[in-house]
């Protein structure tokens, strides 16, 4: 009893941290599972068993072949549907070739590809296609047992509990009408999202940069209006900092005076602008050589969030300055290098020599545009990544060779045609994604053997006052589409995965309905930017409000689940 009031008081507090953001999940989830090591809940041969998985060995050796596919002409060659044809037409076909590569390759990587394609084209809004971009890769998710991580970390839990693993194609039918259904929706409500290419930039674009008077400038001893600073296109003057004191609006008859710091909101492009000014010394002046800017989004897990420029020392930490900062449609307001960072803020960095190697990248920011960290390969070479992985998958589905010997293989091909090197793997291996299923297995075995998820099953099936199977399945899956919302989609499935398991068990039914019920509730992150990665990445290079996300993700949800509670009953029954 002592134990399960313990392990209960971890996973409150892990909930909780998880929610506010604390720290990133996967500092979060180790600290659990080491704390129930430290007070003799678990064994610690018991404890390390749970990170050599066979489904998260699987799923680690497939994101680092994803390296390689990424390198491919495959998503290029996906960018010809864009802009051609009416707004429908395009939608259709970029939803359902999205989904369709999703199942099989990283969202998140064709996601990254597809951005910079859609807001370059003429025909269409970008808003109207990046969040349906990015609906469609999570529809496509569903297709298959490597559609996304989710899956995979499900079927972890499932081969460590001693049921049958989750079949490749086993629950296809299912995410073909999901997809079907829901790219059709999409098709429909892209219409009513905005389209805000003719919308003011202070409001669409609100960048926040900052300059400073040197000493020696010209501007000084003239007023803010004859140094011509509130005639600038597309950048406003927003405020004037001297001594301290913060002056905000800024006169336009206030004559500028040595070191004073001045404020500017406005679009990217307009950074230019600031060079016209002899002695006006901008943010991040002193690293800028020429070279190209480059957009960042900040993720979720980024050890940035929290914390403001000067007390990260990003300048040291990533060879990079920030010469602006954007949130959404927020206006920003006090000095640059003071601001917190929040996730999903954008930042515009001049990068040094070292900022492209730095392998902190991927872990830190959800997307960053303005910077191709990998060369296409040739025709021969892309073939060959492409023709392998292929070969790869029909070995498996046919059981002439495991899935893990074969991409262990495939690597090893991909390493000797030089199509991704040792380096990149390195760079690539998602340590982050290993630390939370690890600790999340360690708990998840904790959880049932100290009863506690049994007690969770208890409490779910009282409140549902005797309705029956079905509205227990119900339960089950509305519990992972709100810890999925809230905590981020792995860590969701982490959580719900034992609860799920132990009511099917406390039915005496089959519980392959309720681990679906996990895999399909983990994967519907629709109605918030922040419950998955690729939503993220469009919620600013989309120029979207939250409520955009509700406009479309609701109804997007609602049709998702009532398809979901339907059809897994009639091809999975209890």
């Not at 690729?534 to 939250?546: D, H, P, Q």
């Not at 509700?550 to 999975?572: D, H, M, T, W």
Request: aromatic share 8%.
């Amino acid at each position: 009893m002592p134990e399960l009031w313990v392990l209960s008081c971890i996973l409150f507090a892990l909930v909780i941290a998880l929610m506010a953001g604390l720290w990133t999940p996967a500092a979060l989830f180790f600290i659990a599972s080491l704390t129930t090591y430290l007070l003799g809940m678990v064994e610690l041969e018991t404890a390390l068993s749970s990170f050599t998985n066979a489904s998260l060995v699987t799923l680690v050796l497939l994101i680092m072949s994803t390296a390689a596919l990424e390198k491919t002409s495959l998503l290029g060659k996906l960018s010809q549907v864009i802009g051609r044809g009416s707004l429908a037409s395009t939608m259709a076909k970029l939803g359902i070739s999205t989904a369709l590569l999703s199942s099989f390759t990283n969202n998140t990587a064709v996601v990254a590809s597809l951005i910079a394609v859609v807001r370059r084209n003429q025909a269409h809004a970008p808003a109207k296609l990046l969040l349906p971009l990015s609906y469609a890769a999570i529809l496509g998710g569903t297709l298959t047992l490597i559609g996304t991580s989710t899956n995979l970390i499900v079927n972890s839990f499932v081969e460590n509990a001693g049921l049958v693993p989750l079949g490749f194609f086993e629950f296809s039918m299912i995410g073909i009408v999901i997809v079907t259904a829901g790219v059709g929706l999409l098709v429909l409500l892209a219409n009513w999202l905005p389209d805000r290419r003719d919308e003011s930039l202070d409001e669409a674009l609100p960048y926040l940069l900052e300059a400073r008077v040197a000493k020696e400038s010209k501007l000084i001893g003239k007023s803010v209006q004859d140094n011509r600073l509130r005639a600038l296109k597309k950048l406003y003057l927003v405020e004037l900092e001297r001594s301290g004191i913060r002056i905000c609006p800024v006169p336009p008859h206030l004559v500028l005076q040595s070191e004073d710091i001045l404020r500017f909101s406005g679009a990217v492009e307009s950074v230019e602008l600031l060079h016209q000014f002899d002695g006006l010394e901008w943010f991040g002046k002193q690293q800028a050589k020429g070279q190209n800017l480059i957009e960042a989004v900040l993720a979720p897990s980024s050890t940035l969030v929290g914390r403001s420029l000067k007390q990260s020392t990003f300048r040291e930490k990533f060879d990079g300055a920030v010469l602006a900062i954007r949130r959404g449609h927020q206006p920003l307001k006090g000095g640059l290098g003071d601001i917190e960072l929040q996730a999903g803020d954008v930042l515009l960095v001049t990068p040094g020599d070292g900022f492209c190697s730095n392998t902190k990248l991927a872990s830190e920011f959800a997307a960053v545009s303005g910077l191709d960290l990998s060369v296409r390969l040739d025709p021969r070479r892309s073939q060959w990544v492409l023709a392998g992985f292929l070969v790869t998958i029909l070995a498996s589905l046919t059981g002439v060779l495991p899935l893990v010997k074969g991409l262990i293989l495939l690597l090893m091909s991909y390493i000797a045609i030089g199509a991704v090197s040792l380096s990149e793997l390195k760079r690539r291996f998602p340590f982050e994604l290993v630390v939370i299923v690890g600790s999340a297995l360690s708990l998840a075995n904790l959880m049932l053997s100290t009863g506690l998820a049994d007690d969770i099953a208890s409490f779910i099936l009282g409140a549902i006052n005797g309705y029956g199977v079905f509205a227990a399945f119900v339960a089950v899956y509305f519990m992972t589409l709100l810890l999925t919302e809230l905590i981020t989609n792995n860590a969701a499935a982490a959580l719900a995965f034992p609860v799920a398991y132990a009511i099917a068990l406390s039915y005496g039914v089959d519980t392959r309905p309720f681990i679906l019920a996990v895999v399909f509730g983990a994967s519907a992150s629709f109605i918030s930017p922040y419950g998955y990665q690729t939503n993220l990445m469009v919620y600013n290079a989309g120029n979207y409000r939250f409520s955009d996300f509700v406009r479309v993700g609701l109804p997007l949800s609602l049709l998702y689940s009532a398809i979901v509670l339907l059809l897994v009953p009639v091809f999975f029954p209890f």
